[in-house]
């Protein structure tokens, strides 16, 4: 388990993060889901003891990075995909890996095949794509099997297929019981990735809660009929007699609440003809757009948390620049 509390990072007058709290659990995928500068790198960075907070927790199964006895059996993570030596081939830069953590070079292969890059392992790296270069630091994240994994941005330069992949291996690994937590700035792919999703803006949770929940009763249906929404012959009050909510633009009906069936069926017992029936995924959309533009048109807090302020005069190694 993740566990982060009342956890905030200053840098020099710049509060990136700003008392975040919230867990992520075993067994399941959480999305860590912000718009660029929110927080979410720094707050990885902390919980991978990188950066020191300024106030509060950023613990690995109740531990903080520095109480882990073996981190890499610990916590796996996939920060950036740079930083290989790039004349070195992808088997040997997990061969040194494992060496510089202590860890057995036969789990090599076996990451190697997960990561689906058995046939390019002895290439070199400064030939690989991004998205074989986020492969491998999946791969170089899973070599200890870490039963938890803390990875940002892992789907950045990942192709559809890539994706698929990635979630069928994240998907995996919360199954068999490990605490998954990944960063993204892209709504698609945490909406095909996690289970759980946690949203930042500006150094602070937003909302947290199971992807099911944000997403559910968000999706709409686009229903277009023939005749036109005008006259749809009762369709759309035998829809809200279903329970359905509904809204009328540019000639077409917006459903939620109900599934494609019942808008099929209530348009048979009508005899309205359906012209278009299509579901739109954007219900974590329009959430994070809501919750961000809400939080981004606020003003800022300009007066720092005297206890923030006093934790922070003693991590001056942290100033602006330092560590990135
Ligand atoms: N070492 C540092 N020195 C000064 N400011 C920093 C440092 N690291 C991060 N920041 C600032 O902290 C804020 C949060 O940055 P962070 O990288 O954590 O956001 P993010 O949510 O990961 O964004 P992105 O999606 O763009 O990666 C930003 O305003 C950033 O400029």
């Known amino acids: 388990m993740i566990t982060v509390e009342g956890l905030f990072k200053n840098f020099g007058p710049v509060r990136a993060v700003d008392g975040m709290t919230f867990t992520a659990r075993a067994g399941s995928v959480t ?13 990885l960075r902390m919980l991978l003891g990188l950066v020191r907070p300024s ?10 990075f520095a109480e882990l006895d073996r981190p ?3 916590v796996g993570a996939a920060l950036e995909a740079t930083g290989f030596h790039p004349g070195r081939s992808a088997r040997d830069h997990l061969r040194v890996s494992c060496l510089a953590a202590g860890l057995p070079t036969e789990r090599v292969d076996a990451v190697l095949e997960l ?33 938890v994994l ?3 941005e892992p789907a950045n330069g990942l192709d559809p297929a890539g994706i698929h992949w990635l979630r069928a291996m994240l998907r995996h690994l919360a199954d068999v019981g490990c605490t998954i937590l990944v960063s993204s ?26 992807l099911a929940e944000l997403v559910g009763d968000r999706n709409e249906l686009r229903v277009a009929v023939e005749p036109p929404a005008e006259g749809d012959g009762g369709l759309a009050a035998a829809l809200e007699s279903a329970g359905g909510t509904v809204r009328r633009e540019n000639d077409r009906l917006y459903v939620t609440g109900l599934d494609a069936a019942v808008v099929g069926r209530a ?12 579901e739109e995924r954007s219900g974590l959309e329009k959430i994070f757009l809501e919750l961000t533009m809400a939080e981004l048109s606020a003003p800022p807090e300009d007066v720092p948390k005297a206890a923030v302020v006093a934790a922070d005069a003693s991590v001056a190694a942290d100033e602006p620049g330092s560590t990135r």
């Not at 999305?31 to 707050?43: E, Y």
């Not at 945490?190 to 602070?204: F, P, S």
Request: no cysteine.
């Open 31 to 43: 999305g860590f889901l912000g718009p660029n500068g929110a927080g979410k790198t720094t707050t």
């Open 55 to 64: 106030a509060g927790k950023a613990l690995i199964n109740g531990r903080s």
């Open 72 to 74: 890499a059996k610990e």
């Open 115 to 147: 990561t689906g890059l058995t046939e390019a392992a002895d290439r070199r790296v400064g030939g690989f794509s991004l998205g074989m270069r986020q492969r491998l630091t999946l791969a170089t994240a899973v070599l200890g099997e870490p039963p």
């Open 150 to 152: 803390i990875l940002d």
């Open 185 to 210: 700035h892209v709504l698609s792919e945490v909406e095909q990735i996690a289970d759980h999703v946690v949203i930042v803006t500006r150094g602070k949770v937003v909302r947290d809660a199971p």
């Open 267 to 278: 348009a048979l017992e009508t005899g309205t003809v359906l012209t278009e029936l299509t």
